[in-house]
């Protein structure tokens, strides 16, 4: 995921910029009163035990932060290399060319770039064979072309697109680690010029049709995938997040109504720029094309013939992952986080139960059943780890205030602008809702909220789960469903944990909450993780630089987490420039496998490869501990 700047304005803020009387439900945002968190997060007594290390599920001491261009591990462990950008996923075809030369038709058989969410699918009838499916969420032009700008003609635009998507490939354990199968049957892309359908509620809508597919039902690709999620009936979910900024339009005196202005849509591209070769994503001539994206998209890993499918009724927005549950009753659930600030989380419940005895019967399961959206009280402003209630809220059409007296005349629009209704029941806007993980041991869910330097500004009063103003380091939100069933309408949160620096900021509200400590720091929290254990890894995406706020903080990390103590170790930091993001266990939880997105992002990185004069290679990492343990242990 690519960080905001300070002074970049969301979606939000330029809809209301352009037109606060014009955009529906704006008032309900604005209008509460803003408190400024003074005195928060003091020193508790919970200090000393995390200084004193007494957890007994965290069996390794916390390393210190790097900055180096390689893996830092725990003594006893170790790390290879899965599977780099552009490795070719059969024998016969084309090698990755550092040069930047290679085409469009190759990049579309190489492994994808800036891998991100990752899910392994273990075959049921051998322990030593695994699919794994990968996000690509984005491309580093300075890389992927010789000249390292933008594109400049429909190739290029096409190579980048071919970049992105999904890479499903197979694993195989040999002795003691795992390699990637080259040439598997299994192995495939689905990138931005796959053919995939649309189902559920918004497919076939009007919003949906264009020149290319008059049945609002077919579309190519599926781009800008963050990460994903695992279903119990063996299928993965990938998320389509910044899609935005893949389109802009040849009309520079274009204008865009309310929901397309909601969603982001400006007339120059955010630094991809493929409207100007490829129209379909022209916003002058194929307006629609922008409804069509930022779905969950389903993919069943086992079958390279299947079509991949866009699930409407799960909502349209910057999805982040997709967070499986099921209900007392037996019916599944799917939260999810729209990562921009000030925006919202979701939670999908299915119409059906899932049938554990027949996957395939759960083939169309998610595209029946309720959205709702999430809406946190103001707690009881503890000055350490607030806690307090929420509802979540139906959005069905029909229903509170989404119906004719918002101009909405269908379930279609409902889901295709799911931001606008959240907005018009008064959702709570969070700090960049990212990750959601559910643990496996007592139900309870976590969220990332990753950072907000805009919180206490208009709109967005300080209070509740999201405690500081010009929030630069992020927390991790815990909630609990009424009575422990996903199914209920109401909820208990706290703060798991509130990230900062204690060196620069100490006794302040930058230092974080009592389970941060020197030795353990760190800003912007993204992806999460739980392994069998219930240790919960987090993963950060935030300031590498070092210095300032973040000073001590060396490159992005690794950590793990003790949910019940709160405990805090670092676990693993990443080279230079890079997000550690996706994150995997193989069956026996001998091996954690973790990606490593664009090293070297702004340059200073040959990982993990260290040739000459090389290029740097987002990769997907092995890691295992050296005696053949559990990670972790």
């Not at 408190?35 to 390794?60: D, E, K, M, N, P």
């Not at 630069?472 to 909820?491: N, P, T």
Request: glycine residues 12%; hydrophobic residues 35%.
């Amino acid at each position: 995921m690519n960080l905001l700047e300070e002074d970049q304005p969301t979606d939000l803020e330029q809809l209301v910029g352009f037109s606060r009387r014009g955009f529906i439900g704006a008032g309900a945002l604005c209008g509460a009163a803003l408190f400024l968190g003074g005195g928060l997060l003091s020193r508790s007594a919970l200090a000393a035990s995390v200084s004193a290390a007494s957890s007994q599920l965290l069996g390794f001491d916390s390393i210190n932060t790097a900055t180096g261009d390689s893996i830092s591990l725990p003594p006893g462990y170790r790390s290879s290399v899965l599977i780099s950008w552009g490795q070719p996923l059969h024998a016969d075809g084309p090698a990755f060319d550092p040069s930047g030369k290679g085409t469009a038709s190759a990049q579309e058989v190489q492994f994808g770039d800036n891998n991100d969410g990752m899910s392994l699918f273990a075959f049921p009838d051998d322990p030593n064979r695994a699919l794994m499916a990968i996000n690509n969420e984005y491309t580093n032009y300075r890389y992927l072309y010789p000249h390292g700008g933008m594109p400049t003609s429909l190739e290029e635009v096409r190579k980048a697109q071919a970049s992105e998507g999904v890479s499903v490939i197979e694993i195989e354990r040999k002795g003691t680690g795992w390699q990637f199968v080259q040439s598997s049957p299994f192995n495939r892309r689905i990138h931005g010029n796959t053919p995939i359908r649309l189902s559920g509620p918004a497919a076939g809508h009007a919003l949906l049709r264009t020149p290319a597919d008059n049945t609002g039902t077919r579309v190519l690709g599926t781009f800008q995938n963050c990460a994903n999620g695992k279903t119990p009936w063996g299928t993965y979910l990938t998320c389509e997040e910044n899609f935005t900024d893949c389109f802009g339009s040849t009309d520079h005196k274009q204008s865009f109504n309310a929901a397309q202005k909601r969603y982001g849509a400006v007339g120059a591209s955010k630094e991809i720029n493929w409207h100007p070769h490829d129209p379909r994503f022209d916003m002058a001539t194929n307006p629609n094309e922008l409804n069509r994206h930022g779905w969950v998209v389903e993919i069943d890993p086992f079958d390279p013939q299947s079509t991949p499918v866009k699930r409407t009724a799960l909502g349209r927005f910057k999805h982040e992952n997709a967070a499986l549950a099921q209900t007392r009753d037996g019916r599944a659930v799917v939260y999810m986080g729209d990562d921009e600030r000030g925006e919202f989380i979701y939670k999908f419940i299915s119409r059906d139960k899932i049938d554990h005895a027949d996957p395939k019967a759960n083939r169309d399961l998610l595209d029946h059943g309720t959205l709702y959206v999430a809406r946190f009280d103001d707690g009881d402003k503890n000055p350490d780890r607030p806690k307090g209630q929420g509802l979540w809220v139906e959005l069905s059409h029909g229903k509170n205030g989404l119906d004719a007296s918002n101009q909405i005349t269908s379930q279609a629009e409902v889901l295709i602008n799911a931001r606008l209704a959240g907005s018009i029941v008064n959702a709570t806007r969070m700090d960049r809702p990212e990750w959601i993980v559910v643990s496996p041991k007592d139900g309870q869910v976590y969220c990332t909220l990753t950072n907000n330097a805009k919180r206490g500004e208009d709109g967005q009063p300080v209070g509740g789960p999201n405690p500081r103003e010009k929030n630069v380091y992020g927390q991790i939100l815990r909630w609990k469903a009424h009575k422990g069933d996903h199914g209920a309408d109401s909820f208990d949160w706290d703060l798991f944990v509130v990230a900062g620096n204690p060196v620069v900021h100490a006794g302040q509200p930058k230092g974080g909450s009592a389970n941060i400590t020197p030795h353990n720091m760190f800003n912007s929290p993204d992806g999460m993780g739980f392994d069998e254990a219930g240790r919960l890894w987090i993963l950060t995406d935030g300031d590498a630089s070092n210095s300032g706020d973040f000073a001590g903080m060396g490159n992005n990390q690794m950590l793990c987490a003790d949910p019940d103590s709160g405990e805090i170790r670092r676990f693993m930091v990443g080279p230079v420039g890079c997000e550690v993001t996706g994150i995997s266990f193989s069956p026996d939880q001998k091996t954690l496998f973790v990606g490593i997105q664009h090293p070297g992002e702004n340059g200073g990185s040959t990982f993990p490869e260290h040739l000459p004069n090389g290029k740097p290679r987002s990769s997907v990492m092995a890691i295992s501990r050296e005696d053949g343990g559990i990670v972790g242990t």
